[in-house]
C-alpha cells in the first residue's frame, strides 16, 4: 500500500522567511496529492492540492511542487507569518479501485517566531 | 450546509466500555473516511467506505468496527475500549457523485480518553 514520509517533524523560522515542507510518496499509481493546515484544537483543512498531471501549483504565498519522476512533492510558504503557525500535513491518494485511501505524513509543526 | 458533523465533540471511557462514534455529512459524498490522531503519528486511517453498502479496512482498523448506515452516515464503534484507543478521532467525507477525486473534508473531531 502506499507510504508517505513528511520531513521535517518541526520547523521553525523567522517571521518573513520562507518555509518548505516535503514529502515522499511510494505507489506511483497516486494521483493526489493534498496538503492540510491544523491549527491547535481544530480539525485539519485544506490548503493546497496538486494533481499528477501538473508540476506546479501556487496560491498567493503557498505554492506545491511534484516530481513524478522521484515520487516527491514539496511545500512551499513564503513571506511567513505568525498565522502561519500550525501542523501541515502531505497526503496522497492512489488512483482506481475504490479510491478509499488518502494517506497522510506525519505531520510538520512549523513555528513562525515573530 | 454544515459539511461533516460527528458527535460527540469528548467522551470518556472505561476499560471495556462500548460506544458509538457518529458521522454524518450533506455534501452527497460518495466516500467517507475515519481516523484517528496520536502525538507524532499524524493521521492514521481507520476505516474507510468508498460508496454507500462498502467498508475496507485501513491502517489501524483492529478494536474497532464501522457501519455506513447510508449514504450520509458512517459510524465507528468500539466494542471493548482499551486505553490504547486514546485519542482524537476525525471522520471525513470526499467525492462528490460523478465526482473527480476532491479533497477530504473533516469533522471537528472526538477527545476519547479510555481510563
Known amino acids: 500500500g502506499e507510504n508517505v514520509e513528511q520531513h521535517p517533524s518541526t520547523l521553525s523560522v523567522q517571521e518573513g522567511d520562507s518555509a518548505v515542507i516535503k514529502c515522499t510518496y511510494s505507489?506511483?499509481?497516486?494521483?493526489?496529492f493534498p496538503w492540510y493546515k491544523q491549527e491547535l484544537g481544530k480539525r485539519p483543512q485544506l490548503i493546497i492540492d496538486?494533481?499528477?498531471?501538473?508540476g506546479e501549483k501556487k496560491d498567493q504565498r503557498i505554492a506545491v511542487t511534484l516530481n513524478k519522476t522521484a515520487k516527491h512533492f514539496s511545500l512551499h510558504i513564503t513571506e511567513t507569518q505568525p498565522e502561519d503557525s500550525a501542523v501541515y500535513f502531505c497526503a496522497a491518494r492512489v488512483r482506481g479501485g475504490s479510491q478509499g485511501n488518502l494517506i497522510f505524513g506525519k505531520g510538520t509543526k512549523l513555528s513562525v517566531k515573530p | 450546509n454544515a459539511g461533516v458533523t460527528q458527535t460527540p465533540k469528548f467522551q470518556v471511557l472505561k476499560t471495556g466500555q462500548s460506544m458509538t462514534l457518529q458521522c454524518a455529512q450533506d455534501?452527497?459524498?460518495?466516500?467517507m473516511y475515519w481516523y484517528r490522531q496520536d502525538p507524532g503519528m499524524g493521521l492514521r486511517l481507520i476505516y474507510y467506505s468508498a460508496s454507500e453498502g462498502t467498508t475496507d479496512k485501513g491502517e489501524v482498523p483492529n478494536g474497532y468496527n464501522v457501519s455506513r448506515l447510508n449514504k450520509r452516515e458512517f459510524s465507528l464503534r468500539l466494542e471493548s475500549a482499551a486505553p490504547s484507543q486514546t485519542s482524537v478521532y476525525f471522520c471525513a467525507s470526499s467525492r462528490p457523485s460523478g465526482g473527480p477525486v476532491t479533497e477530504a473534508f473533516f469533522g471537528q473531531g472526538t477527545r476519547l480518553t479510555v481510563v
Open positions: 496538486i494533481r499528477s498531471n501538473v
Open positions: 455534501m452527497n459524498h460518495n466516500s
Open positions: 505507489d506511483s499509481a497516486s494521483n493526489y
